[in-house]
């Protein structure tokens, strides 16, 4: 999209701080934030209105309102996490040597995270993107483009606001925002749900309570006194 890479720190650390939870500290420093991404003017003047619409949201509206629709969007569905080995990896256990590898490049370039943050979170990965120069920045947001654009996709069809955050990182990267096909998928809450207390099991899998539970009854032989007949 862009033919020569934008060096855009400022932005960039709008974005992760966007994609962070929306406490106190990030509403009081909204006219700051806003006044960074007007200043750089490193995106298209229509993305700008969208993140500022959405930081003035995050300013004004209801803080209970607005930290449970946070909650809600990125911590109860998969195809809206922003844990980028979560798209790729899943469960697995490449998950956790990819994790180390990518702290071992934030720490090569000077980067430390504390110990509550994740290193595969995008708001971090934007983070370090911001610190350093214009090719190397877009470069390394190109490699995970493919996640970006799937989370943008997964929050166009919630129509949320949040997706412009999504869309900037995308064009920072030089890349377009386009929407790709994602499939379904259930709510984290009905993914990760428990099987009833009690409800019974059957070598098919998990049976529920009103179904036919089968039975095996199996006779109980008595042992053998010493003497008797075989």
């Given at each position: ?131 350093q120069p214009a090719r190397e920045a877009r470069d ?91």
């Open positions: 999209m862009f033919n020569k890479p934008t060096h855009a720190p400022y932005s960039l650390r709008v974005l992760a701080a966007l994609l962070r939870y929306p406490d106190a500290a990030l509403r009081a420093a909204v006219p700051e934030l806003q006044q960074a991404l007007r200043a750089e003017a490193a995106l298209p003047a229509a993305r700008l209105d969208e993140l500022c619409a959405l930081l003035e949201h995050l300013h004004r509206d209801d803080p209970f309102a607005v930290e449970a629709d946070f909650v809600d969007l990125f911590d109860r569905g998969r195809g809206t996490s922003l844990l980028l080995f979560e798209h790729i990896h899943g469960d697995s256990r490449d998950r956790g040597p990819a994790m180390v590898d990518l702290q071992q490049t934030y720490e090569r370039a000077g980067l430390y995270l504390t110990a509550s943050e994740l290193p595969d979170h995008l708001a971090v990965v934007l983070e370090f993107a911001s610190t390394f947001l190109q490699e995970i483009a493919h996640v970006v654009r799937a989370i943008f996709s997964a929050l166009k069809r919630r129509q949320s606001p949040y997706a412009s955050v999504l869309a900037a990182a995308l064009e920072l990267a030089g890349e377009r925002a386009e929407r790709v096909d994602i499939p379904p998928e259930p709510e984290l809450d009905e993914a990760w749900a428990e099987p009833e207390a009690f409800g019974g099991c059957s070598t098919a899998g998990q049976s529920r309570p009103e179904q036919p539970q089968p039975i095996h009854i199996v006779r109980k032989h008595s042992p053998q006194q010493p003497g008797a007949q075989a």
